[in-house]
C-alpha cells in the first residue's frame, strides 16, 4: 500500500507537476504477467520516474542492510525501501550476484515486473557501458520477456555526484519485449550470455542515443578517478554511489 501511496499521492503527482516526465512505448510493457524491464542508468533519479510511468509495480533488489538496520532510522529505511518497491538481496547462496538471482526469480515467479540495470552501477560520464551477464542467465532460466528501457535527462535533474541539478522534462522510452526462448537451456553457455546482454544493451543503446562503450562501467569509472583511459579524468564528470544489480 505504501508503494500506490507515494506514487498516486505523496510522490508521484509532485515529480510530474514539477518535471512532466515523457514517456513513450509505455504500451509495449505487459499488463499481466511476468518481465524484465532492463534500463540504463544515468542517475539515482531513474528509479523514481522509469516506475512513476509505468502502471504496474516495478520491483528492484537492494541491499539487505537497508532492511535489517536497528532503531528507528533502521525502520524507517526498511519501510522506505520495502514500500518502493525493493527487496532485499537473498544471500543465501554462494554470493551477492546468486543472492540477487534468487530474490529477482521470486518477484518473476509472483507475475511480477523485476527492473534491474544491466551495466550494474551508474554511469559517470553519460556513456552506457558493457552490460553484465546476469540479466542473460535471469532471462533464460525464467522465460520471461526482457522489455529494454531508456531513461534519458535524469542526468540533468540529479547528476552523478550531486543531489540536485537543473530542471528539465526526463523521457522513460521503451522498446518491444524481447524473446529468447530460442536460447532455452543454454544458461550455462558463456557465449549464449555474452550474446545475450549485448543484444539487449544494443535496445537499449537505440532507444537512449548514448554512446556506447565495450567496458565495464565500475572499471571505466575507476580509471576515471584515476584519470586513465576509461574514462574522462578527474576533472570530467563522475561519481555516484555504485547500484550494482545481478554482477556476473
Known amino acids: 500500500m505504501f508503494y500506490w501511496f507515494l506514487k498516486f499521492v505523496a510522490l508521484g ?46 520491483s528492484f533488489v537492494a541491499k539487505a542492510e537497508y532492511f535489517t ?17 525493493n527487496i532485499p538481496i537473498d544471500r ?4 551477492a550476484a546468486a543472492g540477487a538471482l534468487l530474490s529477482a526469480k521470486r518477484v518473476l515467479d509472483d507475475g511480477e515486473l523485476f527492473g534491474i540495470y544491466p551495466e550494474g552501477t551508474r554511469s559517470h ?17 525464467t522465460g520471461v520477456p526482457v522489455v529494454p528501457v531508456a531513461v534519458v535527462g535524469t542526468d540533468v535533474v540529479a547528476p ?11 523521457r522513460v522510452r521503451f522498446g518491444e519485449p524481447m ?14 550470455l555474452r550474446a545475450v546482454t549485448d543484444e539487449i544493451m544494443y535496445e537499449i543503446m537505440k532507444l537512449s542515443g548514448q554512446e556506447y562503450v565495450d567496458v565495464y562501467a565500475a572499471r571505466a569509472k575507476s580509471e576515471s578517478r584515476r584519470g586513465g583511459p576509461g574514462g574522462k579524468g578527474p576533472q570530467g564528470d563522475q561519481g555516484g554511489d555504485e547500484q550494482r544489480k545481478l554482477a556476473s
Do not use: C
Not at 129 to 138: E, F, H, M, P, S
Open 125 to 141: 560520464d553519460g556513456r552506457l557501458y558493457r552490460g553484465k551477464t546476469g540479466i542473460a542467465r535471469l532471462a533464460l532460466e
Open 69 to 85: 538496520s536497528p532503531g528507528l532510522k533502521g525502520w524507517l529505511q526498511k519501510t522506505f525501501f520495502s514500500g518502493t518497491g
Open 160 to 170: 552523478p555526484g550531486k543531489k540536485f541539478g537543473r530542471w528539465t522534462r526526463p
Open 92 to 95: 543465501s547462496g554462494a554470493n
Open 13 to 58: 503527482p509532485l515529480l510530474k507537476v514539477v518535471f512532466r516526465p515523457r514517456a513513450e512505448g509505455v504500451e509495449h510493457v505487459p499488463t499481466e504477467g511476468p518481465a524484465i524491464i532492463a534500463s540504463n542508468h544515468l542517475s539515482y533519479a531513474d528509479w523514481l520516474f522509469m516506475p512513476l510511468v509505468v502502471p504496474r509495480r516495478v
Open 179 to 192: 524473446d529468447f526462448s530460442r536460447y532455452a537451456g543454454m544458461e550455462n553457455d558463456r557465449f549464449i
